[in-house]
């Protein structure tokens, strides 16, 4: 790019002047007055690993920690934060001697954030950025003031360029510079050599041709500037006075500023993609700032995967996926933070999940073709398989990239993954249960993450209650990760209402669990699920792989002259019985064997008699055979079930028969001899907790279920039947 004629260096100089009145100017005791000539736009990079970016000091702290330190102490404000995060990214003499400090090799995003929220800036902020949007080589532009430290004072002016054979890119550098021209030359290498077709290749075109714009550099090739200043991807748009602030962030050509104190070839590629996206008719600072952002972000990864540059990002959307992905779209200022990747670039997991996990990176590029359309999740629902509702499940569980579902690790070494809202272990404390309300407010395309441990071996069984299925929630979507045997597996539950378990059980001793929540609503992007929603999850000590029943059963039967009595003894064992994939908060044990002894004696008028016999116990489920069923609310759940209520308590139900076999019978002998022959008084019914109304309710140990229930008919005030239960159910140990 050749300098600039005279006579447009005198109108660059009043458009300054002019600017200058009408924006007040800066205070002169920190910012002077900046001095725009024309209108650009900037978006800074990131650095990556594999290059030679520069090394702050051990113990020196950059001046980008400075600021953030300040603006989170109350001493600045974010507007005037962000003012100074301008001016030490391009190591402007006017920032504030407290806020100077090292070098800094963090991602900086001041320039996009100022963009996006521009028409909210005030005049002064504003014309620091338009200051900083003129290109390098342009009379009275930053660099230029800055030749005595940027550049040989004689060669302030002078430039040199090297890709000259290029059809697509020339490298502008100052010869006087040492070392300039071989990092120049290194750049055409790396970028018409590699990162310009693989790039250009994917999009299905280049950056826009800026010949038609100021400061061209003679021809339409694409030009990039080494210069002493943090590199960034700058628009060529036209002057400040003549380009409408919302033309700013659309179908606009560009050109690159490479920071010549060091930098990578995958920066290189970011900064590449961000001008050919800058070339889309689209609402790069409004409605797709956070594809420009993310789709940036991730280009260093489809050039150069071996690098990983990629990696540092994804912390950034990771630890905050609770937010909607598309949040980077808005007039709000996202600030750089030190140790912490922004939000926005993170959001590069989501072409990152397109190439890697689908296998299409040209999904990146069909949806960019869109991005003329008004809505940027419209857009990408009508180009992706299956849309928002089959894509944004599958996406958050790859994002917990570990235990089962590790994708990313295992072909690309990614080492993060998703941050749990809650990550705790579930211990009792020695209370009977515990139970867990997640928040179900979950907005659009977000994820909330949860994972539980299980160090106390008195939490014996528990349930997890999706209570977005019973209030019919189409887009929310509830997946489990489960560890069990240190065999980890998944689960869909969204379609489920309960999921029990019985850690008494070697199959399902969960020994980890996370459950993710995910919302792929994206149409109302005000829509949150309701949080009284959200999974309920419930613990208990109460075992759960069967029980040990004693009962004692004592019967009579008496009327003005009759009285008989009977005594039952019964040992059985109860065992759990599930049919697969139906789960209920009542689990039910039918016996698996046991035996029962009966004695019965008394008089029936004149006759006397006396008897016993004993049965075995066991329980085919066929009708008429002998059975025998106990039923527990397992959970100490409180919910709605459909049309069934549960009160949260403990209760139970056990009913258990034999049939009478024709041998069970008592003699009665009358004094003529005659013989009167009596069943057992039991009939059979060796387990009866209740009738009817259920009373009866499993205390707090868990491991011990006692009571009593007694049946009492009378007819004609005259016959007297009375069978009483007595048990004492005794937990089964663990497998």
């Known amino acids: 790019m050749a300098p600039i004629s005279l006579p447009r260096a005198l109108c660059a100089l009043c458009l300054l002047a002019l600017v200058a009145m009408l924006s007040g100017g800066i205070a002169a005791q920190a910012e002077p007055a900046p001095q725009p000539a024309v209108a650009h736009q900037v978006f800074l990079p990131l650095m990556a690993k594999g290059g030679t970016a520069p090394t702050p000091l051990p113990n020196d702290p950059t001046s980008e920690e400075l600021i953030a330190r300040a603006l989170q102490a109350g001493a600045l404000d974010r507007e005037t934060a962000l003012r100074y995060h301008l001016l030490a990214d391009f190591d402007d003499a006017r920032l504030p001697a407290p806020y100077r400090g090292a070098a800094s090799v963090r991602p900086s995003s001041a320039y996009h954030s100022a963009l996006r929220a521009f028409a909210q800036l005030t005049p ?242 069909e949806i960019w073709s869109g991005s003329t359309g008004p809505n940027s999740l419209q857009v990408i629902d009508s180009v992706v398989p299956g849309g928002w509702a089959e894509q944004w499940p599958m996406f958050a569980r790859m994002a917990w990239n570990r235990d089962i579902v590790n994708d990313y690790q295992k072909f690309d070494g990614l080492p993060h993954g998703l941050t749990p809202l809650r990550d705790e272990p579930i211990v009792l404390d020695g209370a009977p249960s515990r139970s867990i309300a997640l928040d179900g407010a979950v907005k659009h395309l977000a994820i909330h993450t949860y994972r539980f441990t299980f160090p106390d071996a008195d939490v014996r069984s528990f349930a997890v209650v999706n209570r977005y299925r019973e209030a019919d929630l189409k887009t929310a979507h509830v997946q489990a990760l489960i560890k069990i045997g240190g065999v980890w597996t998944t689960e869909d539950w969204t379609a489920t209402p309960l999921r029990p378990f019985c850690r008494d059980l070697r199959a399902e001793r969960v020994e980890e669990l996370v459950l993710l929540v995910s919302n792929h609503e994206f149409q109302n992007r005000s829509h949150t699920l309701r949080g009284e929603d959200g999974p309920l999850l419930s613990f208990t000590n109460l075992a759960c792989r069967g029980w040990k029943a004693e009962v004692t059963i004592t019967s009579s039967y008496t009327t003005s002259a009759t009285q008989i009595d009977e005594t ?104 003529g001899g005659n013989t009167i022959m009596r069943k057992p008084l039991h009939a059979g019914e060796w387990l009866v907790t209740d009738h009817g109304v259920l009373t009866q309710v499993a205390g707090d140990d868990g491991e011990r279920i006692a009571g009593t229930h007694t049946l009492r008919r009378t007819v004609m005030d005259d016959i007297i039947s009375t069978n009483t239960w007595r048990w004492v159910l005794t937990a089964l140990p663990p497998e």
Request: overall charge negative.
């Open 124 to 365: 002064q902020t504003q014309a620091l950025v338009r200051e900083f949007s003129v290109p390098p080589s342009a009379a009275g532009s930053w660099e230029e003031r800055r030749g005595s430290a940027a550049v040989a004072p004689a060669a302030a002016n002078r430039w040199d360029t090297t890709c000259k054979t290029s059809p697509n890119i020339k490298v502008w550098y100052h010869p006087a510079n040492e070392g300039d021209a071989e990092q120049a030359r290194r750049i055409c290498e790396i970028v018409d050599g590699t990162i310009w077709p693989r790039l250009t290749g994917l999009m299905g075109r280049k950056p826009l041709p800026d010949d038609a714009a100021p400061h061209t550099g003679g021809d339409a090739r694409f030009d990039i500037y080494l210069v002493a200043a943090r590199s960034s991807v700058m628009s060529a748009n036209g002057s400040a006075l003549s380009v409408p602030i919302e033309r700013l962030c659309r179908a606009t050509p560009s050109y690159m500023l490479v920071n010549r104190a060091g930098f990578t070839r995958s920066q290189l590629a970011e900064l590449l993609m961000g001008a050919i996206l800058n070339g889309y008719d689209a609402d790069l600072c409004g409605e797709y700032a956070w594809l420009y952002a993310a789709t940036r972000a991730w280009a260093p990864e489809y050039v150069y995967r071996a690098d990983n540059a990629e990696h540092v990002h994804a912390p950034g959307y990771l630890r905050a996926a609770a937010t909607p992905l598309d949040s980077a779209s808005g007039d709000e200022l996202e600030l750089p933070s030190p140790g912490q990747p922004l939000f926005s670039d993170g959001a590069m997991l989501w072409p990152y999940y397109l190439r890697n996990i689908l296998g299409r990176a040209e999904l990146v590029a």
């Open 568 to 671: 039952t003894t019964t040992e059985a064992t109860f065992e759990r019985v599930r049919t697969p994939g139906i789960f209920s908060i009542k689990e039910e044990y039918r016996t698996t064997g046991g035996s029962a002894s009966w004695e019965q004696s008394g008089y029936y008028g004149s006759c006397v008699g006396s008897g016993s016999g004993s049965y075995a116990l066991a329980d085919t489920g066929a009708s008429g055979e002998a059975d025998g069923r106990f039923h527990l609310s397992q959970y100490g759940l409180a919910i709605r079930q459909g049309a069934l209520v549960f009160n949260g308590a403990r209760d139970y139900l056990g009913v258990a028969r034999a049939s009478v076999a024709d041998d069970w019978i008592v003699p009665y002998t009358c004094p």
